[in-house]
């Protein structure tokens, strides 16, 4: 079944189709990107096409959710920071506790119910 399409999920106002693909580790997350579990913030480690080391990363949705791309795929900003503070991919839907989209603090996130 590998390569082939499934749906998954929102990112947006628009269903998305994405191939099968694993979630990036925290090494490679590392790699490319500086992230501060505690402001919840994600900048840049190295250049990568107009953007400098040091720049914020990613871009607002229009649901309000921070989308970083990496090695080609979207993926919501507190994903991120989430992996970068357990180690963990979030087997879950996550919550922003205070209901920001844009506060990806790690204080401000808890796995979803």
Sequence with gaps: MAGSLLYTGFMGNELR???VRQPPTQERLAELFHVDTASGGVTFRVKRGSRAAGQR????NDSGYRIIYVDGHGYRAHQLVWLSATGEWPETDLDHKNGARDDNRIDNLRLAT
């Design 57 to 60: 990363a990613g871009m607002l």
């Design 17 to 19: 189709k994405s191939r």
